[in-house]
């Protein structure tokens, strides 16, 4: 007993790590604790901000339909790069359902991944989201390209890429919607 009341900052310790080891533990903990560091993401500075050279980009649905990126230019935009096994990518996800719910008419949703469109569906059935999810056919335009998960843009209607966030995020945080109406009003 006395070495329990001594060493218990070292046990929990020792069983957290424990927990991170064993892969069916390590993704929820990863998950959650990427739900509480996630922030509302910042707007680029109007003089940093980039425009993507071309909206020449291939895409196709979970149903291997084509989908052209052309067809929103001129739109305001949101586009997700992630993965079903990337913790900052699930954790994000409740979010983006909650702004999807809100904002699905007056903005272009593109979530993309190169996963199979089976394993992306049921990533998407199990946890009930209705997220426009597409895989890619050809490469992004340059200014869209990332080596990591999750990378987030937010393209203005002109072009202009507004928000370029990587890592999870609280894409429904109130300052964000603001930064959604002034865009779409724009």
Not at 12 to 17: A, G, K, N, Q, T
Not at 79 to 103: G, H, K, R
């Amino acid at each position: 007993m006395k070495f329990l009341k001594k060493n218990w900052s070292n046990l929990l310790l020792i069983i957290f790590i424990v927990l991170l080891i064993i892969p069916q533990t390590r993704t929820p903990i990863q998950v959650a604790l990427n739900r509480i560091i996630a922030f509302s993401p910042s707007e680029v500075s109007e003089d940093d901000r980039e425009k993507i050279d071309t909206y020449n980009w291939g895409l196709v649905d979970l149903d291997q339909r084509p989908v052209s990126f052309m067809q929103s230019k001129g739109e305001v935009i949101i586009v997700n790069l992630w993965a079903t096994w990337c913790p900052p990518c699930i954790a994000e996800m409740p979010s983006f359902q909650d702004l999807y719910n809100d904002y699905a008419e007056k903005v272009d949703f593109y979530f993309v991944s190169s996963e199979e469109a089976q394993k992306l569906q049921n990533f998407l059935n199990k946890h009930d989201y209705d997220l426009p999810v597409f895989i890619p056919q050809t490469m992004p335009p340059s200014r869209l390209r990332s080596n990591s998960l999750p990378t987030t843009y937010v393209i203005s209607r002109t072009g202009e890429i507004v928000v370029d966030k990587t890592g999870a995020a609280n894409w429904n945080d109130g300052n964000f919607r603001k930064l959604l109406d002034r865009l779409v009003t724009e």
